[in-house]
């Protein structure tokens, strides 16, 4: 099982802390940048805190002046606040890469890190920020601020276990209710179960004020295919498996894994949706950078 060390990566939360995140089209300039220093246009409860001279006596608590016999304010976060969500990949093939009773060294460790790392970035700013895991089962965190909120999105990712299939372009549509709009998506997945319409489809979430932004995640050794002699091949979402000699498919098989890459990195352009490719948390720290400030996949 996964640990709070194995995903919390100290130099990716620095290096992308260091970037200012930029928000879905807004009215207000502020979003996506700070909480909104204005009081009373909220969405939802924050905080009480002691009235002082200047503040809005509506939003005196008259029930806590009850109990205490001191004023007391209701705070709100502002609607302008920008929110995110954190969606991540726990289908079967994202285990690959880690061993039998641990999944450290899998995808979906690699997907957990950097999920953590924007978070951070995102909460720091003062953002609401949620996550999502689609896999077997769906779990699903509301979007807020705070920072008890990255302790709780850490927490249900070490609860994960990779199964089944994620099915992003299906699964989303749905979210628009339960997490409020407008929202930035960060969708981080190898995209092995989703078809090149599905992913396009992705693109027509923007006229629901859900803006995605696609991270996708492979092991080196599905890049490289670094197996020597016959070797037994399983499918993580299903029962198949092969068995081949890996130097015999070696050239039709990169031919095959550069064609899937490109194609989801042509389709995600093509659709307007921003898009970066990693394999491990060197490259995240590189290429995430230019990701969290884009707002178009060109």
């Known amino acids: 099982m996964l640990e709070r060390s194995h995903i919390y990566d100290d130099a990716l939360v620095a290096r992308l802390g260091g ?42 608590d008259w029930k806590v002046y009850g109990k205490s016999d001191r004023y007391f304010v209701r705070r709100f976060e502002d609607e302008r606040l920008q929110r995110a969500l954190i969606l991540v990949d726990a289908s079967g093939s994202m285990s690959y890469g880690g061993s039998p009773d641990s999944l450290e060294g899998s995808k979906y460790h690699l997907a957990a890190r950097v999920a953590v790392a924007l978070s951070s970035a995102l909460l720091r700013q003062g953002d609401a920020v949620g996550l999502a895991i689609f896999g077997e089962g769906e779990s699903l965190l509301t979007p807020r601020g705070g920072a008890a ?49 599905g992913l396009r489809e992705l693109s027509l979430l923007r ?6 932004k696609l991270i996708q995640l492979l092991h080196h050794d599905e890049i490289n295919l670094p197996f020597e002699g016959t070797t037994r091949f399983r499918d993580l979402e299903s ?60």
């Open 207 to 212: 006229a629901r004020r859900l803006y995605p």
């Open 239 to 298: 029962s198949a498996e092969l068995a081949v000699d890996p130097e015999a498919i070696r050239r039709a098989y990169f031919e095959e894994i550069k064609e899937f890459v490109e194609g989801v990195a042509a389709t995600a352009y093509s659709s307007g949706l921003p898009y970066a490719f990693i394999r491990d948390s060197v490259e995240a720290g590189e290429e995430l950078p230019l990701l969290l400030l884009s707002r178009e996949g060109r």
């Open 149 to 197: 909120q990255l302790e709780a999105i850490i927490e249900l990712l070490l609860g994960a276990r990779p199964g089944g299939n994620a099915r992003f372009s299906e699964r989303l549509p749905s979210l628009r209710e339960r997490i409020g709009a407008p929202a930035t998506l960060y969708v981080l997945s190898d995209f092995l179960d989703e078809e090149v319409e």
């Open 19 to 60: 970037v200012p995140l930029t928000g879905v089209p807004t009215n207000f300039p502020q979003r996506g940048v700070h909480t909104s220093q204005r009081r009373g246009a909220s969405l939802e409860f924050s905080e009480h805190t002691e009235y002082v001279p200047g503040d809005d006596l509506r939003n005196l």
